[in-house]
Structures are given as structure tokens and as C-alpha cells.
């Protein structure tokens, strides 16, 4: 497995502004992920954080919205860009270590719109 | 039809109970299968990975059913503890890495 970690853990943010997660894991890893869990919801794939290239996002999410940084392999960021309370919801971030095909989680940065 | 799909519950047993969940996926290409955990405010945690004959992990039994689509997972000796949604996770397609997370089943095992 990984230890992960997100910074910041939670945060309330007004309205048309923009908040950068960050997540770190403690070891080098290939793949790494980013979710969001709406209230009440599962998981949903925002985007695969690719190492030294753009992000690839899944339909219904864009680079506009959620630009991704991953400038090594232990360190990925997510930008939620001009936030509206729709966007109120977990973030987390996840990986898939070596070769396991199955992904470890970090403990997820609760976000609020107001 | 979403892809993973599960009961949402809540299951009520009591202690000691023997509780079993079901979840259906879409996908015949998938080849890869788990159970997560997630407990109120936390981050998913994997359980277990299901495999094709079956697999045991103490009181978890997993079960996968590739003819019909179909995963299970029982739980015997229902601890206070094992309250928590269960979430049934199967890869988008054998490429591997991406994962379909079902809506989970919220276990509630009360004394």
C-alpha cells in the first residue's frame, strides 16, 4: 500500500474563486487519480494525473475546470477553478502503486461553496 | 443501466448475523473486481479483491460470478465494527487502471 496525504483536509470557499488540493504520497508511483463524492454519492473520476504530461480527463470533466498539475512522481495537484456551490463535494485523490491493479486513497479535502 | 450496480440499503442485522451483498456490472470485458470499505466521512478502503474462484479473508467471503455478472459478498459474524457502505469496484476494461465505483450498500449492524 501508500500513506497519502491532502492538504487542505477542508475548506469553505465563496463563490467564483478557485482552490488548489494538493496530495502527496510517500512513495513513487505511476499512476495517480483524482475523484470526486458528491453527497450522498460513489466516486466519481475526474481525471488520470499523468506524469510530465497533460491530464487525462474522464466525459463531463475539463482541463478548464479542473486543470491538474503532476510535476513528479509522489506529488499531483487539483485546481477546482471559479467555484459555484455545485462544486461542494469530497476530492480525493488516489493511487495504484506498482503492480497492483488496485488503488489506495487519500483521506479527501471536503470542500464547501457558499 | 449504470454500470456497477448495487443495493443502496440500509441493511439492518443484528450482532452475529450472517449479511450478504450482491452487485451487478455491465462491462463483459472487466477483469478485475474489489470490495472497498468506507466508513462516514472517510476515504474508501480496499477489503478485499474478488477473484475468479472465490476468495476468504476471515469472516469476508467474495464471489464472482462471470457468466452472469455478478459479485457478492457475505460477511459472517456481524461485529458493531463492520457498519460501514460497502462499495463494489470493478475496472472499466482490461486495460486495468480505471476504476467504476458502484453506489454502495450501508451496512448497519446493531447490538
Known amino acids: 500500500s501508500a500513506v497519502i496525504s491532502q492538504k487542505p483536509s477542508r475548506d469553505i470557499c465563496q463563490r467564483g474563486t478557485s482552490l488548489t488540493i494538493q496530495c502527496q504520497v510517500d512513495s513513487q508511483v505511476t499512476m495517480m487519480f483524482w475523484y470526486r463524492q458528491q453527497p450522498g454519492q460513489s466516486l466519481t473520476l475526474i481525471a488520470t494525473a499523468n506524469q510530465g504530461s497533460e491530464a487525462t480527463y474522464e466525459s463531463g470533466f475539463v482541463i478548464d475546470k479542473f486543470p491538474i498539475s503532476r510535476p513528479n512522481l509522489t506529488f499531483s495537484t487539483l485546481t477546482v477553478s471559479n467555484m459555484s456551490p455545485e462544486d461542494s463535494s469530497i476530492y480525493l485523490c488516489?493511487?495504484?502503486?506498482?503492480?497492483?491493479?488496485?488503488?489506495?486513497f487519500g483521506p479527501g479535502t471536503r470542500l464547501l461553496v457558499l | 443501466r449504470k454500470e456497477v450496480e448495487q443495493d443502496p440499503g440500509p441493511f439492518n442485522v443484528p450482532e452475529g448475523a450472517t449479511v450478504a451483498f450482491n452487485c451487478t456490472y455491465s462491462?463483459?470485458?472487466?477483469?478485475?473486481f474489489f470490495w472497498y470499505r468506507q466508513d462516514c466521512r472517510k476515504e474508501p478502503k480496499l477489503l478485499m479483491s474478488?477473484?475468479?474462484s472465490g476468495n476468504e479473508d476471515g469472516r469476508f467471503t467474495a464471489q464472482l460470478n462471470r457468466a452472469s455478472q455478478y459479485i457478492s459478498l457475505l460477511i459472517r459474524d456481524s461485529k458493531l465494527s463492520d457498519s460501514a457502505t460497502y462499495l463494489c469496484?470493478?475496472?472499466?476494461?482490461?486495460?486495468?487502471?480505471?476504476?467504476?465505483f458502484g453506489g454502495g450498500t450501508r451496512l448497519m449492524v446493531k447490538p
Open positions: 474478488v477473484y475468479s
Open positions: 469496484v470493478v475496472n472499466k476494461d482490461n486495460a486495468g487502471n480505471m476504476l467504476t
Open positions: 462491462n463483459s470485458a472487466s477483469q478485475s
Open positions: 488516489s493511487v495504484e502503486p506498482g503492480l497492483e491493479e488496485t488503488q489506495y
